[in-house]
């Protein structure tokens, strides 16, 4: 029929067109390549032992201390960077490894394989598997946290016909780092070495050569390299040597050592570390500007050094805890202190300024001695009972003796709750002759004022002694100091010489220890200054008070300009000197020397390099220039403003003078004036001032 005979000529022609393009395809891609790879794998393993190691020619690749085993050539393929722990010394990679070798047993003659030219082995280095086909070399990273044969995944070996061999797995590899460079931090590049060996095989047997420079980026797949990561792979160089190890001293051991530097992102760094730490330290320079007397400046300052100091705690996280110094370290600490001085100078001038003595230093260390060892008099006194709060000294059935006493304990004591005026009144009041009678002769001098009758309308008097003794006693520590007391005297008692005063003050220090209580005071203002009336001591006692008050404002408006003349210096100079350090420190650079000297262990002196670049050389420069300027500036500034100031004082002086003298001038016409009227009408004067 027509129709099967067009439909059976149709599929002649396609088996025509079939046959002649399978001629023309190569051996590998015909389709007989199954059939020809079955026979040839079959015929290649038969009696082939994976666990020795290959034949091969090795003296073409310049091996001539062996004969036996083959050379291994190896390039590693960086995919991309996966992670990198500086805090715990650890880079993890993805990879191709890549390793090329000759095994003769594994070589045919293609003619009688239907031309084919190559064929794949299943490889598989994992000893244990049992199902590699063919020998894999035994190569390992010697700083691997992992073994290859964990994070490379097995794969098939490319077999030419000439026994050639390429073998290439993907996968991770997770290294231990001894980074280097990691001491510039955040502005780093750190490096991480490994090395590549034999484990079980040396150099007789399986050699490590590197195919081409041994490594090679991925270029054209298209999800190879890294983007939104903290690190990036900026340069890798490898070299090959040779180990010697005391099991097997007559055999090398290649070893290929990668060395793969890192390019950190510093920018996260320099918004999130850098920039708020700079911005937090010249913040705390506003307190120069701010009040002094204000408490706000050491609370800013304070707040100040707690950011600073939670910058710290966030650093810790992303750095490792390590002996050696990092730049973050020296920045971090150099900001700290410019903090501190600045919280330091806030606090000396509040305490400069509210100074009211004539030197600092005792304000500072021996003001609060002194008080303590008053507290302490005074706790001491209270726990041994030496105190009371009412004394009876005024009874009649006490006797002369125990009345002594009670008085000397009143003399003792310096917080009686009782009124001592009340005490002297009843002692020396108008009873007196009734207890008097009663006691035994009094013998000396009379003249004191110690034995005198006291009017009730000298009660004041007393009453006014106390009240001077608290006015005085401005610390309330219940008792007057000599100073105090020789001072009030000179201004109460004024012809009572200064060793007629410290005699007095001696005789009424009944416990010798420098200091009057109430009563030892209250006795000895009526014995020395009961003849002065009233009003003259309270008028004294008014004059000393002002004299203490101008001494007090006087000594604070000097340390008032001392605390002025201390801010105006610091405004200029820490900001210049931060600056000027972090000028220093940006021109810096941190190197370590770890990735050149092997036997260096870490934090071993001498580890750190430390040079100046030369654009910080400039800048340095640059910066010292700019500070001699602004300063003397300032002091042209400022000598111009006193030059005006007192060229306008001067002119204000001339226009008074020269007013003094017109006015001078007048009167002289005007008395003038007068002789002459005087002289022209005789007695009858006409005087011109009031014109």
């Not at 063919?134 to 190569?139: E, L, N």
């Not at 050592?257 to 700079?278: D, E, G």
């Not at 971090?332 to 001085?341: G, I, L, Q």
């Not at 000294?393 to 000397?408: F, I, P, V």
Request: charged share 20%; glycine share 6%.
């Amino acid at each position: 029929m027509p129709g099967t005979t067009a439909a059976t000529t149709h599929r002649a022609l396609l088996l025509v067109k079939c046959a002649l393009v399978a001629a023309t395809l190569p051996p590998d891609a015909r389709y007989e390549y199954a059939d020809w790879s079955t026979k040839l794998q079959e015929d290649l393993l038969a009696g082939y032992n994976r666990h020795v190691v290959p034949k091969s020619d090795r003296s073409k690749q310049g091996t001539t201390f062996s004969a036996a085993g083959t050379n291994v050539e190896m390039a590693l393929r960086i995919f991309k960077v996966i992670a990198v722990k500086p805090a715990d010394g650890a880079m993890e990679l993805k990879v191709w490894l890549r390793m090329y070798w000759q095994d003769e047993r594994l070589s045919w003659d293609p003619a009688k394989y239907g031309n084919i030219t190559k064929t794949h082995f299943w490889g598989d280095p994992a000893p244990t598997s049992g199902n590699s086909q063919i020998w894999i070399p035994d190569i390992q990273p010697y700083n691997g946290l992992k073994g290859i044969v964990a994070t490379l995944d097995p794969a098939y070996a490319r077999v030419e016909h000439t026994g050639d061999i390429f073998f290439s797995r993907p996968g991770t590899m997770n290294v231990m780092c001894k980074f280097s460079g990691l001491t510039a931090f955040p502005f780093d590049e750190l490096k991480c070495g490994f090395e590549f060996g034999g484990w079980a095989w040396s150099g007789e047997q399986q050699g490590i050569l590197l195919k081409g420079l041994g490594y090679d980026f991925s270029a054209q797949e298209a999800t190879q390299g890294s983007t939104y990561q903290e690190y990036t792979v900026s340069n890798v160089s490898v070299v090959r040597v040779n180990y010697e190890y005391p099991c097997c001293p007559s055999e090398p051991w290649p070893v290929t050592v990668y060395t793969v530097s890192l390019k950190r992102a510093t920018s996260f760094y320099v918004v999130v570390i850098i920039v708020p730490t700079i911005i937090v330290t010249m913040l705390s320079f506003v307190v120069f500007w701010a009040p002094s007397s204000s408490a706000d400046a050491l609370g800013f300052g304070i707040t100040v050094i707690v950011v600073v100091i939670l910058m710290q705690v966030v650093l810790i996280d992303l750095l490792p805890v390590c002996g050696e110094i990092l730049w973050v370290d020296i920045f971090v600490s150099v900001s700290y202190t410019f903090c501190m001085m600045s919280l330091f100078q806030s606090a000396l001038v509040i305490l400069i300024e509210t100074n009211e003595t004539e030197h600092l230093l005792p304000l500072i260390i021996v003001h609060p001695a002194k008080v303590a060892w008053q507290r302490l008099r005074h706790y001491s006194k209270h726990l041994l009972c030496l105190q009371h709060k009412v004394v009876p000294t005024e009874h009649d059935e006490m006797d002369q003796s125990k009345r002594a006493k009670n008085l000397a304990t009143l003399a003792e004591s310096a917080s009686v709750q009782e009124s001592i005026a009340g005490v002297q009144y009843r002692l020396y009041g108008p009873g007196v002759q009734r207890l008097a009678a009663q006691a035994e002769p009094v013998t000396g001098d009379a003249q004191d004022g110690r034995n005198m009758t006291i009017a009730p309308e000298d009660m004041p008097k007393l009453i006014f002694f106390e009240k001077l003794f608290f006015s005085i006693d401005e610390d309330n520590t219940g008792e007057i100091s000599e100073d105090e007391c020789t001072l009030l005297f000179s201004f109460v008692a004024l012809d009572m010489p200064y060793d007629e005063r410290m005699k007095a003050f001696m005789a009424a220090d009944k416990v010798a220890d420098g200091h009057l209580t109430r009563m030892e005071f209250c006795e000895l203002c009526r014995t020395t200054l009961w003849d002065m009336p009233l009003p003259t001591i309270e008028m004294a006692v008014e004059n000393l008070k002002c004299a203490r008050l101008a001494l007090r404002d006087r000594y604070k408006n000097y340390w008032q300009s001392v605390a002025e003349s201390l801010e105006s210096a610091a405004r200029p100079i820490l900001p210049s000197m931060y600056i000027a350090a972090n000028v220093v420190l940006f021109n810096l650079d941190f190197n370590d020397d770890y990735d050149t000297n092997v036997e260096r262990i870490m934090g071993d002196a001498g580890y750190l390099k430390v040079s100046l670049r030369t654009g910080g050389v400039v800048w340095i420069v640059v910066l010292c220039l700019l500070i001699i300027v602004i300063v003397g500036s300032r002091r042209a500034i400022k000598k111009l403003s006193y030059n005006i100031g007192a060229a306008k004082k001067a002119s204000e002086i001339e226009a008074v003078r020269a007013l003094n003298t017109a006015t001078q001038h007048a009167k002289n016409t005007i008395i003038s004036r007068n002789d002459i009227v005087e002289t022209s009408k005789g007695s009858q004067v006409v005087k011109f001032e009031d014109c």
